[in-house]
C-alpha cells in the first residue's frame, strides 16, 4: 500500500478530529481573549458580549454531539437486529429526529420550559416569545423564566433541548424493533415529543413542582432515559414478543445480524455523551465541564467491565452486545449524578449499572417482554438507578462543586437531609414512572384503534423492509442461510448411492 492510499483511507478519520481540535482551539483563544479584554479595558459589557459567544460556541458545539447520537442509535439498533429489518430500522431511527423538530418546535419546548403552572407551561409555542438572560442585564426573565439563567441566545437553548427530546423519542425504536408498524412509530413519536416528555420535563427542569421540591436529575437521567425507557416498556408489552422469540418458557435466541454496526454504535453514543452531560452546563465553565467529562468517563468504563465479568459468570461467556450495554448503562445511570459526585463513586455507580444491565436483561426476558436491543435495562432500569444515586453519593454543597445542588448523600454521612433527599428521588421516579406509564398506554391504545401497531404475521416473516418499506438493506448480497435455500431450490435432488453398492447396478 503506498502512503497516498493510506491516506485516503484515514482521511474520514483525521478530518472529525481536525475539526474538533480546531473548534476547541477557537474556544481556548476565545477565552484568552475574553480575559485580556476584561482586564485592559475593564468593560463589564464587552465581557459580557463576548462571554456570551464563547458559552454560546460551547453549546452549539455539544449539541451537535448530541445530534450524532442519532447515528449511534442507529448503527446500535440496525447491528442487534436481523438483517431482514435492517433499513426498518434505519428509517425510523433518521425520520424520528425529522418528528421531533416539527413537534419539539410547535408544543413541546413551551409545555416544558415556559411559563405555566407546577405541571406544564402554558405559553411559548413555536419558540414565540421574550427570552432573557443574566448576560443581558436586565432583570425581565421573559416568558422561559426556567432557562434564564444561561446567557446564551434563546435560539441556542432551543437546539440543545431538541436534541435531548430526539434521543427519549429515538430510544422507542430498539424497544418495538422488527414488529411494529412503521406509521404507528410515527404517530406515537410525535406525542412522545409533544405531549408527553414535555410534561414531566416541565416537573424537573421547568421550574414545576418536583424543581420545588429539590428533585435533581442534572442531565436527564429520569427526564430523558426513564421516559423513553416507561415508553418503550409499554409499547412492547402491547406489541407482544417477536415470532419464535419464545417456545413455552423457552426464550429462544434471535442473533443481530451485524455487531461490527452495533459496536461502532456503541462508540458513537459513548463520543456523544460527553456533549451529552458537559454540554449541559449550557455554559464554558472548565471546572465543570471536566469534572462532568471524567466522571462520564469513568461510569461507561466500569460500567463496561462489571457487564463483562457479571456475563462471564452468568452465562458463561463476555457476550459483547451485553458489554456494548454495560457501558451504556453506566453512561445512562450517571447522566443525573455527573456534576455532584467524586469520581470514585461515579465508578461505583456505573459498576453497580453494568451489574444490573445483566440482571434486568435476563428479568425482562423471564417475564417474556421481547426487547430487541435491551432498551429496558439501559435505559429504564438504569435512568431510575442513576437518579436514585444522587441521594447516595452527592458530594454536598459544602464541596464546592457548586453553587446549587442535592445535599451530602446519605452514605456520605448526610444524615437527615439527605433521608429527605432519597425520599424526593424516589417520589420524582415514582410520579414520572405513573405519569409515563398511563398516557403512552393510553397513546399506545389510541393508535392501535385506529391503524394497528402490529405488522401482519406474513410481514413480520417476511421481514419488514421489504413488507413496510419496499426495500432491502443488502441488495445483491447473499447470507449463507440464504444462499443455501436458494442452492437447494435449482439443484435437483437425486438418490446418492453408498460407495459400497455402486457396484451392483454394473
Not at 420524582?428 to 414512572?433: D, L, P, R, T
Amino acid at each position: 500500500m503506498t502512503k497516498k492510499t493510506a491516506y485516503h483511507l484515514n482521511t474520514p478519520i483525521i478530518i472529525p478530529t481536525i475539526a474538533c481540535l480546531a473548534i476547541l482551539l477557537i474556544l481556548v483563544i476565545a477565552e484568552i481573549s475574553v480575559a485580556q479584554t476584561a482586564t485592559s479595558d475593564n468593560s463589564e459589557a464587552l465581557y459580557r458580549e463576548l462571554r456570551v459567544k464563547i458559552d454560546t460556541l460551547w453549546v452549539i458545539f455539544t449539541a451537535c454531539l448530541v445530534f450524532f447520537m442519532n447515528a449511534g442509535f442507529a448503527m446500535l439498533e440496525s447491528g442487534f437486529c436481523r438483517s431482514k429489518n435492517t433499513v426498518n430500522i434505519l428509517t425510523k431511527n433518521l425520520i424520528v429526529f425529522a418528528l421531533t423538530t416539527i413537534a419539539f418546535w410547535s408544543f413541546g419546548f413551551g409545555l416544558m420550559f415556559s411559563q405555566g403552572n407546577g405541571f406544564v407551561g402554558l405559553s411559548g409555542f413555536f419558540v414565540l416569545g421574550a427570552d432573557n438572560s443574566p448576560n443581558t442585564g436586565l432583570n425581565y426573565l421573559g416568558i422561559f423564566p426556567s432557562l434564564s439563567w444561561a446567557g446564551i441566545p434563546l435560539q441556542a437553548k432551543f437546539f440543545f433541548q431538541l436534541v435531548f427530546a430526539g434521543t427519549a423519542a429515538t430510544i422507542v425504536s430498539g424497544a418495538v424493533a422488527e414488529r411494529i408498524k412503521f406509521l404507528a412509530f410515527f404517530l406515537f413519536s410525535l406525542l412522545l415529543v409533544a405531549f408527553i416528555y414535555p410534561i414531566t420535563g416541565h416537573w424537573i427542569w421547568g421550574g414545576g413542582w418536583l424543581a420545588r421540591l429539590n428533585f435533581w436529575d442534572f442531565a436527564g437521567s429520569t427526564v430523558v432515559h426513564t421516559v423513553g425507557g416507561w415508553a418503550s416498556l409499554v409499547g412492547a408489552v402491547l406489541l407482544g414478543p417477536r415470532l419464535g422469540k419464545y417456545q413455552g418458557s423457552n426464550s429462544m435466541a434471535l442473533p443481530g445480524h451485524n455487531l461490527t454496526l452495533s459496536t461502532l454504535g456503541c462508540f458513537i453514543l459513548w463520543l456523544g455523551w460527553f456533549g451529552f452531560n458537559p454540554g449541559s452546563t449550557l455554559a464554558m465553565e472548565p471546572e465543570a465541564i471536566s469534572r462532568i467529562l471524567l466522571n462520564t468517563n469513568m461510569s461507561a468504563a466500569t460500567g463496561g467491565i462489571a457487564a463483562t465479568l457479571t456475563a462471564w459468570r452468568y452465562f458463561g461467556k463476555p457476550d459483547l452486545s451485553v458489554i456494548i450495554n454495560g457501558i451504556l448503562g453506566g453512561l445512562v445511570a450517571i447522566t443525573a449524578a455527573c456534576p455532584y459526585v467524586q469520581i470514585g463513586w461515579a465508578a461505583i455507580i456505573g459498576m453497580i449499572s453494568g451489574i444490573l444491565v445483566v440482571l434486568s436483561v435476563d428479568f425482562f426476558d423471564r417475564l417474556q417482554i421481547d426487547d430487541p436491543v435491551g432498551a429496558l435495562s439501559v435505559h429504564l432500569v438504569c435512568g431510575l438507578w442513576g437518579t436514585f444515586a444522587v441521594a447516595l453519593f452527592a458530594a454536598g454543597i459544602e464541596a464546592n462543586f457548586y453553587t446549587q445542588g442535592p445535599v451530602r448523600g446519605l452514605l456520605l454521612g448526610g444524615g437527615l437531609p439527605a433521608i429527605k433527599q432519597v425520599f424526593v428521588q424516589l417520589l420524582g421516579c415514582a410520579a414520572v414512572s405513573l405519569y409515563t406509564v398511563i398516557v403512552s398506554w393510553s397513546a399506545w391504545k389510541a393508535i392501535d384503534f385506529f391503524v394497528g401497531l402490529r405488522v401482519s404475521t406474513e410481514a413480520e416473516l417476511r421481514g419488514l423492509d421489504l413488507s413496510e418499506h419496499g426495500l432491502q438493506a443488502y441488495s445483491g448480497f447473499l447470507f449463507k442461510s440464504d444462499l443455501a435455500h436458494k442452492v437447494s431450490a435449482i439443484i435437483p435432488k437425486r438418490t446418492i448411492i453408498p460407495p459400497k453398492d455402486r457396484g451392483a447396478d454394473k
